[in-house]
């Protein structure tokens, strides 16, 4: 049932919501309806609940919308379906670049494979699902980095940063030409606009004419806040970046994720293409960073900065890590950032000469469970036995999550030469 303020809607207004929700096409009468209804909500302050939680209205340029809450998701016994996740859509590793053009500063990049859709005449349409350029190429250089491999051992800050730029040495964004991404790569602590300019204003001789020059910046954060039409970041409490809406490409304010994390609740390394803008004062031009595109994703603490693609990942992360580690027993945890074969498991455990396939389940409905059966069986072959965690209803996940592994994964002693 959804209520409104603790009031049963009439059936008409819970129908249009229901179907509206589960992604069902709403008639012309029935758009209406759900229209004014949302509109009506909204205006008058309402408090929209389903069978589960409040759900939020929004409006974006007059389209009326209805979501819930960040990592929460419906019971099965509740009307509205849950949604399969972005981040469950395998992202797959940069194709070789074109060295007549170099450019992060927009469009997007394939993730998973064709799928069919009908276009209004009726004909087929390829369509692929896509993610920023930006965030494909953090991707690639935090997978090549190793941030997401051999978790069982804890690493420093400097030491990620090492690995990081030693990769960035090993990516081309032309081979023609012989640029890597090092030669764009800032990961800094504070962003400083100034210093930004300036390292904008040095762009190399073998730059080729198609392509801007721009460079791609790095930071870790705890908190990203929205305030007055800019971004702020925050770090132990402090602020380390103040991005203007000003500066950003077009005077707007995109922000590009992976997953379903709220920005109020990191860790998260964050990540801008930057070119150098200008402007006039008098008959003086002065120049300033101006971002073209920004991104973040969750990740596991600011040190490692392993990705993540939800808090719960992170509890299971620290529950296995906690578990493992008290005992000094042997094994390996990796946390895939692409596909092994056909599959890619939350976290892949290597313990008592077993492999396993660590499952973290945030959605509990039936159009899920069909579509991991399947998966599940192809985990079985390439990694091996598959542990499922469910994370849904939970009252204390860190409690829940470590009394879960030590129950389904008992420690016994391995030498490390097996692993």
Request: proline share 3%; glycine share 4%.
């Amino acid at each position: 049932m959804i209520t409104c303020n603790g009031h049963a809607i009439s059936k008409n207004e819970e129908s249009v919501i229901v179907k509206y929700y589960n992604g069902e096409q709403l008639l012309k009468e029935e758009a209406t309806l759900f229209r004014n209804y949302l509109k009506k909500v909204k205006e008058k302050k309402l408090v929209l609940r389903c069978h589960c939680f409040v759900l939020s209205v929004g409006n974006r340029d007059g389209v009326y919308y209805l979501r819930k809450p960040s990592n929460s998701d419906h019971s099965s016994s509740c009307l509205l379906r849950n949604k399969l996740r972005s981040e469950r859509v395998p992202p797959s590793r940069p194709r070789e670049p074109d060295d007549s053009e170099i450019d992060l500063m927009a469009g997007t990049a394939d993730v998973s494979q064709p799928k069919k859709s009908a276009k209004a005449d009726g004909s087929k349409v390829s369509n692929k699902n896509r993610i920023s350029k930006l965030i494909s190429a953090l991707m690639y250089l935090f997978d090549k980095a190793g941030t997401n491999s051999r978790l069982e051992n804890n690493t420093s800050y400097n030491v990620t940063l090492e690995r990081l730029h030693r990769a960035s040495e090993e990516i081309y964004l032309s081979k023609k030409l012989d640029i890597r991404l090092s030669s764009v790569l800032q990961i800094i602590n504070k962003y400083n606009s100034s210093e930004l300019t300036e390292a904008l204003s040095q762009e190399p001789n073998n730059w080729p004419k198609g392509s801007t020059y721009h460079k791609i910046v790095l930071l870790t954060c705890d908190k990203i806040v929205k305030k007055n039409a800019h971004i702020e970041l925050i770090s132990n409490g402090i602020g380390v970046a103040l991005l203007k809406k000003g500066c950003f490409h077009n005077n707007k304010i995109v922000l590009n994720r992976i997953g379903n994390q709220s920005v109020k609740h990191g860790p998260f390394i964050f990540a801008f293409v930057a070119t150098l803008g200008s402007f006039q004062v008098g008959e003086e031009k002065r120049n300033y960073p101006k971002i073209e595109k920004c991104a973040f994703h969750y990740v596991s603490n600011k040190s490692e900065m392993c990705l993540l693609e939800s808090s719960y990942e992170r509890q299971m992360l620290w529950a296995l890590k906690k578990h493992f580690g008290k005992s000094n027993a042997n094994y390996q945890l990796d946390k895939p950032i692409y596909n092994i074969k056909a599959t890619r498991p939350d976290f892949v455990l290597k313990a008592s000469d077993d492999s396993f396939a660590i499952e973290v389940a945030g959605i509990d409905s039936e159009e899920y469970r069909t579509a991991k059966t399947h998966m599940h069986e192809l985990m079985e072959d390439e990694v091996g036995r598959v542990l499922e965690f469910d994370a849904t209803n939970l009252n204390n996940p860190w409690f829940e999550m470590i009394s879960w592994v030590e129950k389904e994964l008992p420690i016994r002693k391995v030498s490390a030469d097996k692993l």
